[in-house]
Nanobody, 123 residues
Framework: QVQLVESGGGLAQAGGSLRLSCAAS???????MGWFRQAPGKEREFVAA????????RYADSVKGRVAISRDNAKNTAYLQINSLKPEDTAVYYC?????????????????WGQGTQVTVSS
């Protein structure tokens, strides 16, 4: 079992950048790491996911080109870089983990979740 703690959220201006971090309580080597977000009144949605070798990152179409997911297995940490922030990026961002090899993108596929970090983008 792995515990996840997100950090790096906050208030940012449109056009700016944020880097979110997800620190795990143990090794993440055998885990697919993902990021999801949930805006007020909306369902949680997939943002990005990455396999253990970082060979096959996947992104939601809505963020492709502005977001980069990465991981440092030695530090048991995953990251989400968000560039060119937009007000519609405002949401609680969640880190998730799934034991396995195949990069997955739906909430039901992930077994472990962090508590989330708030990102608010002002126009």
């Amino acid at each position: 079992q792995v515990q996840l703690v997100e950090s790096g959220g906050g208030l940012a201006q449109a056009g700016g950048s944020l880097r979110l971090s997800c620190a795990a309580s143990g090794s993440i080597f055998d885990y697919i790491m993902g990021w999801f977000r949930q805006a007020p009144g909306k369902e949680r949605e997939f943002v990005a996911a990455i396999d253990r070798s970082s060979a096959m990152p996947r992104y939601a179409d809505s963020v492709k080109g502005r977001v980069a997911i990465s991981r440092d297995n030695a530090k048991n940490t995953a990251y989400l870089q968000i560039n060119s922030l937009k007000p519609e990026d405002t949401a609680v961002y969640y880190c998730a983990a799934r034991h396995g090899l195949r990069t997955v993108t739906t909430t039901r596929d992930f077994d472990y979740w962090g508590q989330g970090t708030q990102v608010t983008v002002s126009s």
